[in-house]
């Protein structure tokens, strides 16, 4: 069966310091995965999407960026952080566009 | 913009029928309509999805409108384990990216 991991699950990083979240999904091949943001009482904002290897799109313009070095591995980073983005970070799969994503259980970063 | 309009809370009793409401007006012929349900300090979790015909799982049951402008997600007996957030969302059948555009769902509570 298909599992996805995320770590870590809380993070509390100062301002202005780097920021590298990983994701794994195993049991699947080729899988689409997503990185999405959620603000303190509010709904999901999808920050990224990959269809394959080396292949990232952006869907908001901040100060994050996300790499897929391998198959099945998806990386959030940022080099400086800043007090917005705090917030909970979820990476999903899915098997292709119109299937049902399936959600990691999240990191709760704060910024201090 | 989340495309999909939900009630912002509803409430149940245990060991009863719920039916969630979802209207998404300005759906195409080929949007599917996806549920995904988000217990606090989680990540969002499947639900159920469809097309055009009435769909069953062990969830959850998913009855779509003939004209496809609304939706009902029903949950056949709630109990205390189903009280979370319920989001409603469009997804274009063809795209190969599938994202997700979550509104602000439904919170359901549920009383013993």
């Known amino acids: 069966s298909q599992t996805i991991h995320q770590w870590p699950a809380t993070l509390v990083q100062p301002v202005g310091s780097p920021l590298s979240l990983e994701c794994t999904v195993e049991g699947t091949s080729n899988p689409n995965l997503y990185w999405y943001r959620q603000a303190a009482g509010r709904g999901l904002q999808l920050l990224f999407y990959?269809?394959?290897?080396?292949?990232i799109s952006s869907e908001v313009p901040q100060n994050l960026s996300a790499s897929r070095p391998q198959d099945r591995q998806f990386i959030l980073s940022s080099k400086k952080l800043l007090l917005s983005d705090s917030g909970f970070y979820l990476c999903?799969?899915?098997?292709?566009?119109?299937?049902?994503?399936?959600f990691g259980d999240g990191t709760r970063l704060s910024i201090l | 913009d989340a495309k999909t309009t939900q009630p912002n809370s509803m409430e149940s009793n245990e060991e009863e029928p719920v039916h969630l409401p979802c209207n998404h007006s300005?759906?195409?012929?080929?949007?599917?309509i996806h549920w995904y349900r988000q217990l606090p300090s989680q990540g969002p979790e499947y639900v159920i999805h469809g097309l055009t015909s009435n769909v069953n799982n062990r969830m959850a049951s998913l009855a779509i409108a003939e004209d496809r402008k609304s939706s009902t997600l029903i949950l056949h007996r709630a109990t205390l384990r189903d009280a979370a957030v319920y989001y409603c969302i469009r997804i274009y059948y063809g795209g190969s990216q599938g994202n997700l555009i979550f509104g602000k769902g439904t919170k359901l509570s549920v009383k013993p």
């Open positions: 300005t759906i195409s012929g080929t949007d599917y």
């Open positions: 999903a799969w899915s098997g292709s566009g119109n299937q049902p994503q399936h």
């Open positions: 990959s269809v394959g290897i080396g292949q």
